[in-house]
């Protein structure tokens, strides 16, 4: 059975970096549009970044862009989210998500998503 795993999340000062990656099983991901999102206390989950499957192109919300670095590795089955510059409106619950998408696109809806894992918690203090 598919399943995406993260891991990597904790507790950080603000300006510190943190690596945060997802684990993809079950299936070939190579040809997959990989993102993250993420969910703060109280509010909706968001867009974060995407890469496509080549990973020659990566996507970002405006509030992460210049910060935050998406790379994926198609042998090993992993993605990872590199988080510079951290601040205290980045702790969330970091998700890792997944659409099979071999035309490359990034710029995808939440809902085109099919499968996600369980999350992994960020927690920037000020």
């Known amino acids: 059975q598919a399943q995406l795993v993260e891991s990597g999340g904790a507790t950080v000062q603000a300006g510190d970096s943190l690596r945060v990656s997802c684990a993809a099983s079950g299936r070939t991901f190579s040809r997959y549009t990989m993102a993250w999102f993420r969910q703060a206390p109280g509010k909706e989950r968001a867009f974060v970044g995407a890469i496509n499957w080549s990973g020659r192109e990566a996507y970002y919300s405006n509030s992460v862009q210049g910060r935050f670095t998406i790379t994926r590795d198609n042998v090993e089955n992993t993605v990872t989210l590199q988080m510079e510059s951290l601040r205290p409106e980045d702790t969330a619950v970091y998700y890792c998500?997944?659409?099979?998408?071999?035309?490359?696109?990034?710029?995808?809806?939440?809902?085109?998503?099919?499968?996600w894992g369980q999350g992994t918690q960020v927690t920037v203090s000020s």
């Open positions: 998500a997944a659409q099979r998408n071999p035309f490359g696109a990034t710029r995808l809806p939440m809902r085109e998503y099919d499968l």
